[in-house]
Nanobody, 115 residues
Framework: QVQLVESGGGFVQPGGSLRLSCTAS????????MRWYRQAPGKHRELVAT???????NYGDFVKGRFTISRDNAKNTVYLQMNNLKPEDTAVYFC?????????WGQGTQVTVSS
């Protein structure tokens, strides 16, 4: 059973930055496709960014070049660097690991952007 733990969320003012981390258990992290999602109250879940096992990267259009996803397979960790944060970025951010038919989720970390 793969477990994912997100961290790095918090409260920041508009224009601030946060770096989210998601660490997975086990020895198979390098073959997982990793994704960051977010969900705000009353809204549908949004795909923020994807990094595949081959390091191919895609971002949601709303990111507008402000976010960067990366992974460190030696640490079983995927990161999301978020710069120039806006109030509309406020949400719970979830980490997702996908391997074939399996789909593992973390517990989420809260990001709040407010003046």
């Amino acid at each position: 059973q793969v477990q994912l733990v997100e961290s790095g969320g918090g409260f920041v003012q508009p224009g601030g930055s946060l770096r989210l981390s998601c660490t997975a258990s086990g020895r198979r992290f390098r073959i997982y496709d990793m994704r960051w999602y977010r969900q705000a109250p009353g809204k549908h879940r949004e795909l923020v960014a994807t990094i595949t096992s081959g390091a191919a990267i895609n971002y949601g259009d709303f990111v507008k070049g402000r976010f960067t996803i990366s992974r460190d397979n030696a640490k079983n960790t995927v990161y999301l660097q978020m710069n120039n944060l806006k109030p509309e970025d406020t949400a719970v951010y979830f980490c997702d690991a996908r391997e074939g038919v399996y789909d593992y989720w973390g517990q989420g970390t809260q990001v709040t952007v407010s003046s």
